[in-house]
């Protein structure tokens, strides 16, 4: 595991050390576990945004994903 140091805002900090304690864990893990949420995030995001702008990815509704898993469920 690699060691980083990073600057945070005395209120993002305080806020870090705050749920660090009600969590009983440490600011370390709650910064590794936001980060994480972060990227997983970003990326989720980029891939969608990739979708959205390919013009042969077909769009299907939320009507017609209901229905397929209608269809799947009744077999």
Request: proline share 1%; hydrophobic share 35%; charged share 35%.
């Amino acid at each position: 595991m690699r060691l980083m140091a990073l600057r945070l805002p005395d209120e993002l900090a305080s806020e870090v050390e705050k749920v660090s304690k009600q969590l009983q864990r440490t600011k370390s893990y709650i910064v590794r576990k936001a980060l994480e949420n972060y990227v997983r995030e970003h990326v989720e995001y980029q891939i969608a945004l990739g979708r959205l702008n390919d013009k042969d990815d077909k769009i299907v509704s939320s009507k017609e994903i209901r229905g397929m898993l209608g269809k799947k469920n009744t077999l």
